[in-house]
Every structure is written in structure tokens, then in C-alpha cells.
């Protein structure tokens, strides 16, 4: 009786303190209020209960309706059912563009602005082990036949994972040499422009018609093998530049009307076991003859290797890379080309190494700026012919690039560079640039 009375007096205290009584009330007027907050008290605990009650009954629904799902398969629950193999399927959009500006620092070449390209992608997932990725690529702004735009497929293949990692991928597909020809948007390169040693004697973007195999292990260990056309060397414009330019980009194929009667070989490793380092090389090699007939150059094959590193530690970005490339058996077809200023060459190569720091970061802006140094040679040495009717082999160029990367978030990066030519200083220019991926 007492501890009730206690219990009372404290209640009654606390209620005037706190505004909940007057400060004169009566006991019995205390114990009625008490009584109509618990009542209240109980009233909001039963309505809890039910709702409890009820948001267990529609979860029992869901799992019921999930394992229906999940038994009839995904063709009677569409997209929106519960089911993995629906949950899997997805379609993404993807898209990467460049517009540039170039300003020669000789007067009499024109300063030039170009809607570089522009690359619209689609993934789309048929379950989560089986996917179609296509790319589709416009470059400079106007396709048609008076106009220098090109409209071209980049990517078209079909992957499907089988077990433990292991992927198989069949299609027109990115081949996977140096650094940046599999991850070349403007968001992941240094620079307006991409770099010379991975344009002139890697490619850029090189993609070949084929069949390719890949797996990336625990220990950071990743692979890639694969059967592919090749290069059609019976395409090569003795006349022109362009196999100066590039002596492998001048006789690519690109999946149009492909010759496939010579295939090529290729493999890729990769390796990044420690935080921030990528250790990497890769090889590929195929005849260019294609049993074409009155070529002289049947019996050509084409070599290409790389080795690649790439260490950020920290704010560092630092990278490196060799690359070399041969062409056999191509005397017979330079005698044909005796008088014009572009042979086949018989051995390419280049390198560089490039050094960038994150200088600045504010939120979703970050200034990174970058110097690289490059060597390459697009006709180092020819294969021997009479005297007196070589083309001699050419010098190595060497280009010094300074510049930064302004980021806008990760989707957007505006570039400024300025690059040096050693062989050619008439050949020096500002770059401007903005690019854009997502």
C-alpha cells in the first residue's frame, strides 16, 4: 500500500512539474489522467501489433509469389518478377565523345577544331551469365561520300561465362594489347590526343572478327587467348602516307568483309597482385597474304608485342610501355613498289613513359597534370632489295608532351597540352580538348 501511495505522489509530482496538471489537482483527478494514458498506451500497442501483423502477412505473399516465380521460370513473370534469372537481365546505354582543338605553333599550318567522335554503346544481359555488348562510332561529325567522317560497328560480340571465371566471347571484339586500346574513352587517357606508340604502332582502336577465351584469377592473376582475322597486307598503299602514319592501321581490317584465310593468334597477361600496379604484356601474330592471287606477298606475316606498367601510389599516376612489331617476307612485294614513297617496313616499334599527379581536388573537380615522353618508328628498317632501289629506313621521332586533365566529376574531363617534335618542330601544337563518358 505504501509503494502504491509512493508510486502516486512521485506520478503527480512529475505531471506538475512537467506541465501535464495543474499544480492543485487532486489525487483523484491525478489517477484518472494516469488511467486514460494507459488506456491510450495500450491503444497504440495493439495498433502496432496489427500493423506487425499485416507487414508479415504481405512479406509471406512476396516469398510465396517469388517461389512461384522461381518455379515457372522468367517467361510468365517478365521482367519485374522476382525470379535471378529475371533479376539478371538488364540493358544498359553507354556513350564516349571527344571534341578537340588544335592550334600548330608554325603560322602557315590552319588551327583546326573537330568533333573527334562520338560512340554510343549497348550492353544488354540475357541472365547473369550471358551478354551482348555492341559499340557504334561517328568520327569527325559528317559521314557521307564527300566527307572525311566515318561511321563504323567498334564492338559487336556475345560473351557467356561457363564456370569458375572462365569467359567465352565470339564476335568483333577490342583486341587486348597495350594500355589503352581496350580502355580508351577520353576519361581514362592522358592528354587531348591518345599517344603516338599506341596510334602508330599499336592501332588505335584495333579490333579484330573471332573467337577469344578470358579469366581473371583470385591472385590477380588475368588471361586472354583467342583465334581472329587479321591484317589484309595486299590493301597497302605504297602511293600514300598512311603506312607511315601507321603501317598496321593502313592495312586493318575492322570486320568488313574481313579476309579470313590466313588467321591470327593472340594472348594477353595481366597482372595485379598489389594495390595500384598493373604489370602486363601481350603477343600477336598472323600471315597478311590470304592466298590473294598475283600477290607477291603471300608468305608475309605480321608480329606485334607489348610489355605495360602502370603504378598510382597515391596521388602518382605513373606509366610505361614497349611495343615492336615485324613484317617477314616482303622483298618480293617492295620490288613492285620501286619508285614510291612507302615500302612495306620489316620492323616497327616505340615506347613511352608518362608521369601525372592529382595536384588538386575540390569536390567533384580535380586538376591533374602530366608530361610524357615518346619514341617511336614507324619504318625502322626494310628488308633487302638491289642497290639503289631501298628507300632508306627513317629517323626515330620523339615528342615531348606537357599538359593536365581537368575533371568534372568522373564523367567529364576537359584537356590542355602542349606537345614538342624533335624531327619536325613545324609540327608543334596546342591541344585543347573535352571529352565526356558514362
Request: hydrophobic letters at 40%; aromatic letters at 10%.
Amino acid at each position: 500500500m505504501k509503494k502504491k501511495l509512493l508510486t502516486q505522489a512521485l506520478t503527480a509530482a512529475f505531471l506538475c512539474a512537467t506541465g501535464f496538471a495543474p499544480a492543485h489537482a487532486s489525487e483523484a483527478e491525478l489517477l484518472q489522467r494516469i488511467e486514460a494514458l494507459a488506456a491510450q498506451l495500450d491503444a497504440i500497442k495493439a495498433e502496432l501489433a496489427a500493423t506487425r501483423k499485416k507487414a508479415d502477412t504481405v512479406e509471406q505473399k512476396q516469398e510465396a509469389l517469388a517461389s512461384t516465380v522461381a518455379a515457372t521460370g522468367p517467361s510468365t513473370a517478365g521482367a519485374s518478377s522476382g525470379s535471378p534469372a529475371a533479376r539478371a537481365q538488364a540493358t544498359v546505354v553507354s556513350s564516349y565523345g571527344e571534341i578537340n582543338y588544335t592550334r600548330p605553333k608554325n603560322a602557315s599550318n590552319q588551327a583546326q577544331a573537330d568533333v573527334a567522335r562520338a560512340v554510343f554503346g549497348i550492353t544488354h544481359r540475357f541472365d547473369d551469365k550471358t551478354k551482348v555488348v555492341g559499340e557504334f562510332e561517328w568520327e569527325h561529325a559528317v559521314t557521307s561520300a564527300g566527307d572525311k567522317g566515318e561511321a563504323a560497328v567498334e564492338q559487336l560480340y556475345v560473351e557467356h561465362e561457363l564456370s569458375n571465371g572462365l569467359r567465352a566471347k565470339g564476335g568483333l571484339f577490342l583486341m587486348p594489347v597495350g594500355l589503352i586500346n581496350t580502355s580508351h574513352e577520353p576519361t581514362a587517357f592522358y592528354g587531348v590526343q591518345r599517344n603516338f606508340v599506341e596510334t602508330a604502332i599499336i592501332p588505335s582502336t584495333w579490333r579484330e572478327a573471332g573467337f577469344g577465351l578470358s579469366r581473371t584469377h583470385d591472385n590477380g592473376l588475368s588471361w586472354d587467348i583467342g583465334v581472329t582475322t587479321g591484317f589484309d597486307l595486299s590493301k597497302w598503299d605504297a602511293a600514300s602516307t598512311d603506312g607511315t602514319e601507321s603501317p598496321l592501321g593502313s592495312i586493318h581490317q575492322e570486320g568488313q568483309l574481313a579476309k579470313a584465310n590466313d588467321l591470327s593468334m593472340h594472348a594477353a597477361l595481366n597482372w595485379r597482385g598489389i594495390p595500384g600496379l598493373l604489370l602486363g604484356g601481350s603477343v600477336f601474330t598472323g600471315k597478311a597474304g590470304h592466298a590473294t592471287t598475283d600477290f607477291a606477298a603471300n608468305g608475309a606475316r605480321i608480329n606485334l608485342w607489348d610489355l605495360h606498367a602502370r603504378y598510382t601510389p597515391g596521388l602518382w599516376d605513373l606509366t610505361a610501355l614497349y611495343s615492336a612489331g615485324t613484317i617477314s617476307n616482303t622483298d618480293a612485294l617492295n620490288l613492285t613498289f620501286v619508285g614510291q614513297p612507302t615500302p612495306v617496313p620489316s620492323t616497327f616499334y616505340g615506347w613511352y613513359a608518362q608521369a601525372a599527379y592529382q595536384l588538386w581536388k575540390s569536390a567533384d573537380y580535380s586538376l591533374s597534370p602530366f608530361i610524357r615522353y615518346e619514341q617511336f618508328n614507324t619504318a625502322a628498317s626494310y628488308e633487302a632489295v638491289p642497290l639503289g632501289l631501298g628507300v632508306a629506313p627513317l629517323a626515330d621521332e620523339k615528342v615531348a608532351t606537357i599538359g593536365a586533365n581537368f575533371k568534372i566529376g568522373e564523367g567529364v574531363v576537359v584537356k590542355f597540352d602542349f606537345q614538342k617534335f624533335q624531327l619536325d618542330s613545324g609540327r608543334d601544337r596546342f591541344n585543347l580538348g573535352v571529352g565526356y563518358s558514362f
